[in-house]
């Protein structure tokens, strides 16, 4: 399985120094386990609406890159606060906290079809006509 995310996309987010601070292994063997982590969470989160097989395309690094950029956004800040929660708990950034709140915020309206964005792949469920609600009348006493 590869990577979803490149090692450039960070320098959107994150200081290499910092990534060296929460994974100095050469490898990035935490980063990776918290980048697969991440887009488990997004896909969880997406599942019921999205079509998170195409969302999460690896990228082979031929032709034009697909990624969705609030996607790949999103994996790296959900990530990196993941990274920041193992190493360090007490001294997560402000700023770190909030893009994660903020991550998880849009994931729970865009997954409920709250704030449904229009550029993620629906899932094409073929006749699917959307949720039925099934409700009755309040049983009503004639008791006097």
Same mark, same amino acid.
């Given at each position: 399985?590869?990577?979803?995310?490149?090692?450039?996309?960070?320098?959107?987010? $994150?200081?290499? *120094?910092?990534?060296? =601070? =929460?994974?100095?292994?050469? *490898?990035?063997?935490? =980063?990776?386990?918290?980048?697969?982590?991440?887009?488990?969470?997004?896909?969880?989160?997406? $599942?019921?609406?999205?079509?998170?097989?195409?969302?999460?395309?690896?990228?082979?690094?031929?032709?034009?890159?697909? /990624?969705?950029?609030? &996607?790949?956004?999103?994996?790296?800040? &959900?990530?990196?606060?993941?990274?920041?929660?193992?190493? $360090?708990?007490?001294?997560?950034?402000?700023?770190?906290? *909030?893009?994660?709140?903020?991550?998880?915020?849009?994931?729970?309206?865009?997954?409920?079809?709250?704030?449904?964005?229009?550029?993620?792949?629906? &899932?094409?469920?073929?006749?699917?006509?959307?949720?039925? /609600?099934?409700?009755? /009348?309040?049983?009503?006493?004639?008791?006097?």
């Amino acid at each position: 399985m590869g990577r979803f995310l490149k090692d450039e996309d960070y320098g959107l987010v $994150a200081r290499e *120094e910092v990534l060296d =601070l =929460l994974d100095g292994s050469e *490898e990035l063997t935490d =980063l990776k386990k918290a980048e697969i982590t991440a887009v488990s969470q997004i896909k969880k989160r997406l $599942a019921k609406r999205k079509d998170v097989a195409t969302i999460f395309t690896e990228w082979d690094g031929n032709g034009t890159d697909t /990624r969705d950029p609030y &996607i790949v956004m999103l994996v790296m800040d &959900i990530a990196l606060y993941h990274l920041w929660t193992g190493k $360090a708990p007490g001294q997560i950034p402000t700023t770190r906290k *909030e893009r994660y709140q903020d991550a998880v915020d849009w994931l729970k309206d865009e997954g409920a079809g709250l704030n449904d964005s229009g550029d993620l792949p629906d &899932i094409n469920n073929g006749d699917y006509l959307g949720d039925v /609600r099934i409700s009755s /009348r309040a049983p009503e006493n004639h008791k006097w």
